[in-house]
């Protein structure tokens, strides 16, 4: 389309964009001419290029959808009508016109606005999001506030079609047929496979299938035919069959929605043009748009997946800059993993490899090509992961689920009823364990350790660097019953990685430090899970405390806890988890079933959600870097000998 431009590359200047300056609410763009929308469709475009540019972040799926998130602003009243986003990935649109354009900037950064639409940064916002498949749901509840308020509100739900393959999104829609509310369901369909359907003919369906028009006569002759059964029943089957050979429109149908579409969700014109016939309309409706994830920006339209997230872009350095001299790069902790697999594959043909569509940031990407037909992606169904790798442990397989922290929570009574209480062979490699950083609250992984510690039967590992990571993830594999090692975002301390594989026994910590308890009174022991071992072997070295890595979360090492309690006079449990229920409540109550008194200071996340920012900053806020640590211990000695 000649209105619009291509764009090659990422500007690392802020863009001219005159028309996009005068929006700083939603009500300054429903000022406008719908033709002057294609220009501030390329203004828009070419901002977010730039500001994405400057901070990084999610990237393809915005650029997908400007049109789209320009034809709701400029025909729905919001924020009184309300948009509900699925993910959040597809909003960084939203927010530039919803009044932060000028905070764009600071997103994911510290005290910066959130990656995702959150309720408390704007009114536009109207439900907080970070997981997917939630939208229709919520614009349900919402819609039928509406209706019991007696509101003359319209209520959409923006969903894209990674989020619509999650039950939750179905079970949605399948309630939203007998519910007496006005519904609007967009499916942001940017999947290439069904773009022919996007036409001349296409188009016109659309609109004839949007039209008042047509929306009397189908409402008179269903009055007029219900009258005639077997001509009501022949009428209904002709429009289905009609509809179905020329759009996907069947399922919806039954399901109780009114299907229009597709259309092209570029076209902008037609957009506006469908949303102005659809909004009045009463009942659940469901309008299919495609879209191009990256759509005008050349090199992510050629590469989708690589643009879904950039990171900042650093500008040219000068001639009389000195390059940085480059470091040796240490492995990713999803690396070890997805090294491990492949190399556990080769030896073991039972092992199987699953994941809720997270092969590339769980590093499947080798494995999946490998061995291809011992993966599964199940797509954004994390319940059905679960239970599927139950299913295979069943009959002689030994499933790995490669996960999220923070997407486990939603396969969690599957993880407790369908593997846990059969005891069934499962491996959970739960990655993004702790502060993961700018994606903020809904993507840290804060609290696996408390919702896992109490399912009975399940071993729980927590590596302090990248070799224990290897050994734990060939533990687990080789225990038998459900086991999880849980590891964190990023990469170690650096450990070399010794490529034969040890079981490590199960239950047993490490004790590294022993302290210096002649010359420093109380006697203090730090006992670190996981990612908490680097900083506390600082601070012991530097003053005298004894290091134990635990190790294990579940069973804990009673035999260490028990021999600590009675060498040193203060225990100081370190987990980068929520203290509520975490490990360290885990040695407590050891200590208490066996009648042993002794002072325990519980160092972990407070019981509060921690918003985004960087690992280090996060972990300094929480005060769970070394000098965090240093204070909490001193205050805390201070208390104890007063």
Not at 626 to 635: C, H, K
Request: glycine residues 8%; proline residues 5%; negative net charge.
């Amino acid at each position: 389309m000649s209105d619009y431009t291509l764009f090659q590359e990422i500007p690392l200047a802020r863009p001219s964009t005159p028309l996009l300056d005068q929006i700083d609410v939603p009500e300054n763009l429903r000022q406008l001419d719908i033709n002057q929308l294609p220009q501030l469709a390329n203004e828009l475009r070419e901002f977010l290029l730039y500001s994405v540019g400057q901070t990084g972040g999610h990237f393809g799926a915005g650029l997908g959808v400007v049109e789209l998130t320009l034809a709701l602003h400029y025909v729905f009243n919001t924020p009184d009508d309300r948009l509900v986003w699925d993910v959040g990935h597809q909003a960084y649109p939203h927010k530039i016109l919803t009044g932060r354009r000028e905070k764009m900037g600071t997103i994911r950064q510290y005290d910066g606005i959130a990656a995702f639409p959150k309720r408390a940064e704007s009114e536009f916002d109207t439900f907080g999001v970070g997981h997917s498949s939630t939208s229709i749901s919520a614009a349900l509840g919402m819609a039928v506030a509406a209706r019991e308020q007696g509101l003359n509100r319209h209520v959409a739900a923006i969903i894209g079609d990674g989020a619509m393959t999650a039950g939750m999104a179905f079970e949605a829609l399948s309630h939203a047929a007998h519910v007496d509310a006005n519904l609007l369901v967009i499916l942001n369909d940017n999947e290439m496979s069904i773009s022919e359907n996007v036409g001349g003919f296409a188009t016109y369906l659309a609109k004839m299938l949007s039209s008042k028009a047509y929306t009397r006569m189908r409402e008179g002759s269903k009055k007029v035919l219900s009258k005639l059964p077997m001509a009501w029943e022949l009428a209904r089957k002709t429009e289905e069959h009609m509809k179905g050979m020329i759009s996907p429109s069947t399922l919806f149908e039954e399901m109780g929605f009114h299907y229009i579409g597709p259309i092209d969700g570029h076209d902008v014109h037609s957009l506006v043009n469908t949303l102005n016939n659809i909004k009045d309309l009463s009942g659940p409706q469901f309008l299919h748009v495609i879209t191009r994830k990256g759509k005008r920006f050349a090199p992510a339209e050629a590469d989708p997946i690589g643009y879904h997230a950039i990171t900042k872009m650093e500008k040219e350095p000068t001639a009389k800059t000195v390059p940085p001299v480059k470091q040796k790069s240490k492995a990713k902790y999803s690396n070890i993993f997805g090294q491990w697999l492949c190399d556990m594959a080769a030896q073991d043909d039972r092992l199987t490899g699953i994941t809720p569509a997270m092969r590339e940031g769980s590093d499947l990407i080798r494995f999946s090509k490998e061995y291809p037909d011992r993966y599964f992606d199940v797509a954004i169904a994390e319940q059905h992961a679960v239970t599927l790798a139950a299913g295979m442990a069943c009959d002689g397989m030994k499933p790995v689920v490669a996960i999220y922290s923070t997407f486990l929570q939603r396969g969690y009574d599957q993880l407790v009823h369908d593997v846990a209480v059969q005891n069934l062979d499962v491996l959970f490699a739960i990655d993004r364990a702790g502060l993961v950083g700018e994606d903020g609250p809904t993507h840290h992984g804060t609290l696996d350790l408390s919702f896992l510690r109490c399912v009975p039967g399940l071993v729980i590992m927590a590596p302090a660097d990248e070799n224990e990571t290897r050994q734990m993830l060939y533990t687990g594999y080789q225990h038998k019953g459900p086991a999880a090692v849980r590891y964190p975002r990023g990469t170690g301390p650096g450990v070399e990685i010794q490529a034969e594989m040890t079981a490590l026994p199960i239950g047993q910590a490490e004790k590294r430090l022993q302290g210096n308890p002649g010359t420093k009174s109380p006697k203090v022991v730090l006992m670190a899970f996981g990612s908490m071992v680097t900083p506390a072997q600082e601070v012991a070295e530097k003053n005298g405390f004894g290091l134990i890595n635990m190790r294990f979360v579940k069973p804990l090492d009673q035999n260490a806890v028990l021999e600590a309690a009675k060498e040193y006079d203060l225990l100081v449990t370190l987990e980068e988890n929520v203290i509520a229920g975490g490990a360290g409540s885990g040695i407590a109550e050891l200590l208490m079933q066996n009648a042993v008194v002794k002072p325990v200071l519980h160092l972990g996340l407070p019981d509060r959600w921690v918003d985004q920012g960087s690992p280090q900053q996060l972990l300094k806020e929480c005060g769970l870097d070394a000098p965090g640590i240093e204070a909490s211990i001193e205050n805390y000695l201070a208390k104890l000998t007063t």
